[in-house]
């Protein structure tokens, strides 16, 4: 973190929540299984739009709160993966490499909302 963070958009949680989800909507584009399919699109844009909505937010508590909703989607996310890999809907290679993301993302938060707590 090198830059003064003056929108959402410089926040890299925000960054790899948008990548990861970009990765999700390419992978599962001809997934047959329309719910699940939509379930886990779903999971994936609520990361990246939590953090971007909690950040217009009036107040510290809210975007804290906003990042607590991202860090859950995260978390549904990663369960949703596992399926795909169970299902077999997704390779265990992209699975492994998409879970992990997840938990990175996930830790970014963390940091993110004890960083907003001490500090602002």
Known sequence: ????????????????????TSEIYKLFINCKDFGFRDQIRRAAVSIPSNIAEGYERQSNKEFIQYLFIAKGSSAELRTQLYLA???????????????EQSRKI???????????KEKF
Do not use: P, Q
């Open 1 to 20: 973190m090198s830059s003064k963070i003056n929108r959402f958009e410089d926040l890299n949680t925000w960054k790899e929540g948008m990548r990861i």
């Open 85 to 99: 890999k169970d299902f077999k809907y997704i390779d265990n290679k992209s699975a492994t490499e998409l879970i």
């Open 106 to 116: 996930s830790a970014m938060l963390t940091k993110l909302i004890k960083s907003r």
